[in-house]
């Protein structure tokens, strides 16, 4: 069945053709004002796509208002730059002028992993041409914002029943990323509604929502007053990615390339398999050591430690694993300490060596692949920053890339999400990542729900060797240990009394 794309005089119309026909669209091109409506028709097409074009939407629109009248909730429609803009006045929202001209400029966007997002990585580099924009104060009722820039200039928009969707963006041009999978996502449409296309579109599962325009030039978050510790961090982690995906040669495709053609990444040990052999069938439990700085609750710990050297002693002490914690503002971390570890028990003479994980706040593909190219054996995935759809994408993304992740969870509900979808290794984080306050009770109050083929990993507030023995009768297969290990004057004491704890000394 027919694609028909109607043509608002622009040039990238042709790359728009020509994305569309790789996605497998069989595309006929119009003049938006060299067509009839009863010529389309009799095209008796399958879906339709406005093109961008100059100037303003209610400048010389051609058929396309009556398209959108007609075809709205029978067939799915996309619509790209000044499509986008027309569907947002059809609907009765004003464009008007973004605050900002962009002409060729690439910059990173947010998006809610819905409709053509589906699958699609957050903080992805895109080209725009525009100096008009939704206006986000008068968003009809009708309509959602389903992406956005790092200032909140809307940067696409989606009815909520009907399956008519536009971006202001050009995901057809060479600069973008992910465009070919967003036409495919949108050519796997069937129908008018979102109804008829289950999974298409889920409230429940939107990875994010539109915070709102914000043109200001805005504090870092380390800064800013107000929302958690979590949000806050998660806010500054968003805009670092977004900078680090820009640097050129360090794109996600360059690392990729890197980790999956070039092979210059080392290889990973199975890092649940690493777990269950030093718990040795319940006898003992894993212990994980983490490399940590500093903390928001704490503050600095060891603001001048030498990742190296402590993935040297943690090695010897005879850590299951080491958790090396990237996060630079509030942790005072990188990825370069993660290398660092890796390469320091690649030496090691203690075999087999410590699993490394990366302990950060994963939300992007990015991570995950510059964390494999660096050496880790293992991501940390936390559930309470993640919609459902997330965290599916990550894990299966991760264990793509031959690392299993650790997924940390909070509540019984977190939990049930995490078993739901598959996760071998489990980490009930004793610490609220939104209030940071410890509760070592949760660990307990969760594990029943545990089956036994799962690691069970208990994480923060485990100071001494009296908190890891309060795990012993739990099945807890191991517990992570930061703060108290990072104080500890004598790590390989500190360690063993941790292993002595549960009746093992290995």
Not at 123 to 139: E, I, K, N, Q
Not at 313 to 328: H, Q
Not at 452 to 468: E, H, N, Y
Request: proline share 5%; glycine share 8%; net charge neutral.
């Amino acid at each position: 069945m027919t694609t028909v794309l109607l043509d608002a005089y622009d040039s990238f119309t042709f790359n728009l053709y020509q994305y569309l026909r790789k996605a497998g669209a069989d595309v006929q091109v119009f003049r938006n004002d060299k067509i009839t409506l009863d010529e389309v028709k009799a095209l008796s097409p399958r879906n339709i796509v406005l093109s961008p074009g100059p100037g303003h939407p209610r400048e010389d629109p051609g058929i396309c208002y009556e398209v959108l009248a007609h075809y709205q909730g029978k067939v799915p429609i996309l619509g790209v730059c000044l499509g986008q803009q027309m569907m947002y006045e059809h609907y009765g929202g004003t464009v008007a002028y973004a605050g900002e001209i962009q002409h060729g400029k690439t910059g990173t966007i947010t998006h809610d992993a819905q409709g053509v997002y589906r699958a699609i990585d957050q903080l992805f580099p895109v080209t725009r041409y525009h100096s008009l924009a939704a206006d986000p104060a008068t968003l009809p009722d009708c309509l959602e914002v389903n992406s956005w820039t790092p200032n909140g200039v809307v940067m696409g928009v989606r009815h909520k029943t009907l399956t008519v969707e536009g971006v202001q963006f050009h995901p057809e041009s060479i600069l973008s990323e992910n465009g070919l999978a967003m036409f495919r996502n949108f050519l796997q449409l069937e129908g008018g509604t979102w109804a008829q296309n289950p999974g298409a579109r889920d409230p429940d599962s939107m990875a994010n929502h539109y915070p709102g325009l914000q043109l200001q030039r805005k504090k870092p978050a380390a800064a800013e007053e107000g929302g958690d510790i979590l949000t806050r961090i998660f806010r500054q982690r968003q805009r670092d990615v977004a900078q680090q995906k820009l640097v050129p040669g360090r794109t996600l495709a360059d690392l990729e390339r890197l980790v999956n053609d070039l092979r210059v990444a080392p290889d990973p040990i199975d890092f649940a398999q690493r777990l269950r052999a030093a718990a040795d069938g319940g006898k003992r439990v894993a212990v994980l050591g983490e490399i940590k700085r500093a903390s928001p609750s704490k503050g600095d710990i060891c603001i001048a430690a030498n990742a190296a050297e402590l993935g040297a002693r943690y090695a010897r002490a005879g850590v299951a694993a080491i958790s090396v914690l990237t996060e630079p503002t509030w942790f005072k971390g990188s990825v370069d300490d993660l290398r660092d570890v890796r390469q320091v028990v690649d030496k090691a003479q203690q075999q087999p060596r410590p699993a490394v994980l990366r302990k950060e706040f994963v939300f992007d593909k990015y991570q995950i692949a510059e964390a494999r190219l660096a050496g880790a054996d293992s991501v940390l995935l936390i559930v309470k920053m993640l919609s459902k759809a997330q965290l599916r994408s990550l894990l299966a993304y991760s264990r793509a890339l031959r690392m299993e992740p650790l997924v940390e969870v909070n509540s019984a509900d977190e939990m049930r999400v995490a078993l739901e979808l598959g996760a071998a290794v489990v980490g009930v984080n004793n610490r609220n990542l939104r209030t940071f306050d410890v509760d070592i009770a949760t660990t307990a109050q969760l594990a029943d729900a545990v089956p036994p083929d799962v690691v069970l990993v208990a994480l923060s507030g485990i100071a001494a060797p009296a908190d890891a023995a309060t795990y012993a009768g739990l099945g807890v297969s191991g517990v992570l240990v930061g703060e108290a290990l990072m104080r500890a004057d004598d790590k390989e004491a500190f360690v063993a009394g941790l292993q002595g704890a549960f009746g093992g000394s290995g």
